[in-house]
């Protein structure tokens, strides 16, 4: 499962990101010592859908991976 992470140092505030997140998920915040609202994830409401990091024209949202570790191979 994937989570989407804003990478706050690039993140202005625009609000693109929650227009597209149907899940409610992304919230502006405050976050000191930055006096601009920085989207934020909510991870109990994200799904890992990937609707919202298309449209954030900074590049700031990744998708993390959450799931147990890749399995190493055997030879
Ligand atoms: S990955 Fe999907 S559910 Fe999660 S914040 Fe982005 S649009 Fe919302
Ligand atoms: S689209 Fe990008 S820059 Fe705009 S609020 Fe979301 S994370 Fe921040």
């Given at each position: 499962?994937?989570?989407a992470q804003v990478e706050?140092?690039?993140c202005d505030g625009c609000q693109d990101c929650i227009d597209q997140c149907?899940?409610?998920a992304l919230n502006?915040?405050?976050i000191p010592p930055?006096?601009?609202l920085k989207a934020k994830v909510d991870p109990d409401?994200?799904?890992g859908c990937h609707?919202?990091?298309p449209y954030c024209p900074q590049h700031g949202i990744a998708m993390n991976w959450l799931g147990p570790a890749?399995?190493?191979w055997v030879y």
């Open positions: 499962m994937r989570e706050a140092e690039l149907r899940y409610e502006l915040v405050r930055s006096k601009r409401r994200c799904c609707a919202c990091e890749r399995p190493s």
